[in-house]
């Protein structure tokens, strides 16, 4: 079981290590800095000593140790852009996406196991059918399709929500939330759907099948024999033990989640760190860039190396496997 | 054309060949099946369409001297107020014939996808025979590079490959290279299903009789893997391509919606619908909904086809 933890971080760390060299690689290969930040009228004496300065003289190796000893302080220096320091920019920003993209996870959870149980119980109903050809059709649109879309037919159309922004937000000091007024509750809804729909069809498909695997056991006949009632068979004895899968399928989809909220947020204009990536792919901001890289490998590595340790927690039989194949 | 009559038994050759591939069983499938078959017509109709723009686009909305800014914003199917030209599908803000820039920017849609996708193939194929038949450590390097970008969604790592391009290539070339920019991006985002595929066949096919036949009588390793095993292994491969081209055309339309893909010059279906956002509030719907329809069609029929393609290719399904 050590052996097993050990292996998955030191995975992590190494794909942290390589995605770090891909961040130090762009800044390094990407824009001579020293020509960015001296004027035409430079000697080569200014340039040898920014070059110092900046360990840029360093060999290649410790030019790396130093950018990753910056990047784990969270220090990428300034936007080209603005500026400003960029873990500054992004500590702004991040309250936006994280919020973001928990309604959606939650939307997705709520609907897709609620529209997965339905469609599991009710076969060949005409409204679980309906739902599955929805859900086909769903899964063929583009993110940004669904979110025109949205836009379209509620704020155009109907003047309902807001078709961009956060609404007004309420300063925490540290964090900005949309959830205590009802503009910024008013303005989440339709993005949230749009970032949490394909992940609430893959939740919703994924429920039904895994719910029609387990209705045809044994122990459910069983407790149908025992003459429990339906919504107890259903729930408490089916729907538990399909759990395992979805939250596992939910954690690792917590990453895409952030990932697509880029195509969200640029559809909806609204104010997160996916917005600020664009932006600064649109520049060319290599700070910006590089630093939203690393913050978001961290989050995916994270959340998969966490993932991972819950299955095995959860999943007695993968322990015994874990040992026995290596 | 230097051979103008092919002798007769030639001909009656490739006629039976026609009949046979008529009579396959894949023919048989695909006749039985009426989503294949109206995908594959839908798609044919967007290819050729794209292919033969400049013969089909009633204008050409490229050239400045046939644009008429008192054309803009002309209804579809209505007579503009001015001139009393009628365009299918309307026009847009400059004037510029909705039905045309569509097929125009189907056409950089549809090369990019399939560039992409061959990109993708070739590149794929390769690492994941060269994986599979040496083993050792190529392998793991090949496939641990493949396990890291797996972590990492395609899209995003399009998205960075693109940035990272743009920093690389010179100010004045941007907009020319963004193209192939693009198609680079693209590929290296999605070679990663076609090696592992293509690995996990090749170990199988490695170690049957017909492979050790040809190491018996002294082929190259080179050989044996382009003309012994690569045949062998492609089924699966036409399979992931043509759902990879799906993902391609969706993903290079949503990097140029982004305004990270296709440049405004070259305008692909992306870019259209990205413009066409811009007037939804003010009323002109058909600027927005008519390059949304078509890339909608386009990924839909490739889709369905490439599902249909899976399970006709299946041998389990047989």
């Known amino acids: ?326 | 054309m230097v051979e103008t009559t092919p002798p007769p038994a030639a001909t009656r050759a490739r006629m039976s060949r026609f009949t046979s591939a008529w009579q396959s069983d894949f023919a048989w499938k695909f006749r039985r099946s009426p989503v294949a078959i109206v995908s594959f017509l839908v798609l044919m109709t967007l290819v050729l369409g794209a292919v033969f723009a400049p013969l089909v686009a009633p204008y050409d909305p490229f050239d400045p001297g046939s644009l008429n800014l008192m054309n803009g914003f002309t209804p579809p199917m209505e007579p503009n107020m001015f001139s009393g030209e009628v365009f299918w599908l309307g026009t847009d803000d400059q004037g510029r014939d909705v039905f045309s820039t569509i097929l125009f920017g189907m056409r950089i849609s549809l090369f990019v996808g399939f560039a992409a996708v061959l990109f993708a193939m070739l590149l794929g194929v390769t690492l994941g025979l060269l994986a599979g038949y040496l083993g050792g450590w190529t392998e793991t390097i090949i496939m641990r590079a493949a396990d890291v970008q797996l972590t990492f969604p395609a899209i995003l790592v399009a998205m960075l490959i693109f940035g990272i391009a743009k920093g690389i290539t010179p100010v004045e070339y941007r907009d020319q290279m963004a193209i192939w920019v693009l198609i680079i991006a693209i590929g290296l985002s999605d070679w990663v299903q076609f090696a592992r595929v293509v690995r996990g066949a090749t170990l199988v096919e490695k170690n049957k009789e017909y492979v050790q036949a040809a190491r018996l009588i002294g082929r190259s390793k080179g050989a044996i893997m382009l003309r012994h095993i690569l045949p062998n292994v492609m089924s699966p491969v036409l399979v992931i391509a043509t759902i990879s081209l799906a993902l391609a055309i969706i993903a290079e339309a949503t990097l140029s919606f982004l305004g990270v893909g296709a440049p405004p010059t070259q305008p692909s279906l992306g870019t259209l619908i990205r413009i066409g956002q811009g007037f939804l509030f003010s009323g002109e719907w058909w600027i927005l909904f008519f390059p949304a329809v078509t890339l909608l069609m386009l990924a839909l029929s490739v889709n369905l086809l490439g599902d249909w393609l899976r399970d006709a290719l299946n041998p389990r399904l047989k």
């Open chain 1, 1 to 326: 079981m050590i052996a097993f933890i050990l292996r998955r971080v030191f995975q992590s760390v190494l794909v942290l290590l390589i995605v770090g060299l891909v961040a130090f690689a762009m800044f390094s290969f990407v824009g001579d800095p020293v020509e960015n930040m001296l004027g035409q009228e430079r000697t080569q004496a200014d340039v040898d000593r920014l070059r110092e300065q900046m360990g840029l003289d360093q060999p290649i190796v410790v030019q790396y140790w130093t950018f990753l000893g910056n990047a784990f302080q969270g220090n990428f220096g300034l936007s080209y852009r603005q500026g400003r320091e960029v873990s500054q920019i992004i500590a702004e920003r991040l309250p936006a996406t994280l919020e973001l993209a928990f309604v959606s996870g939650v939307f997705a959870m709520l609907f897709g196991i609620g529209f997965g149980v339905f469609t599991a119980i009710r076969r060949n109903g005409i409204g679980s059918n309906v739902i599955m050809t929805l859900s086909l059709v769903g899964v063929s649109l583009p993110t940004f399709l669904i979110g025109i879309l949205l836009i379209w037919v509620f704020s155009v159309e109907l003047d309902m929500l807001p078709s961009f922004g956060r609404g007004d937000t309420v300063d925490l000091g540290w964090w900005t939330t949309g959830f205590l007024t009802q503009s910024g509750l008013k303005a989440l809804i339709l993005p949230s759907i749009t970032l949490g729909l394909y992940q609430m069809t893959l939740i919703m498909r994924l429920v039904r099948s895994e719910m029609l695997e387990v209705l045809r056991q044994d122990y459910i006949r069983f407790a149908r024999a025992r003459g429990l009632r339906e919504k107890s068979v259903n729930f408490r004895h089916a729907l538990k033990n399909t759990l395992v899968p979805v939250i596992t399928v939910t954690g690792l989809q917590l990453g895409s989640i952030i990932a697509f909220a880029i195509i969200t947020e640029t559809v909806f204009q609204w104010p997160g760190v996916g917005l600020l990536f664009i932006n600064a792919i649109q520049f060319v901001d290599i700070p910006v860039m590089a630093a939203y890289l690393m913050l978001i490998s961290v989050m995916f590595v994270g959340i998969n190396l966490i993932v991972d340790l819950l299955y095995f927690a959860i999943d007695p039989r993968l322990r015994v496997d874990g040992t026995k194949g290596h």
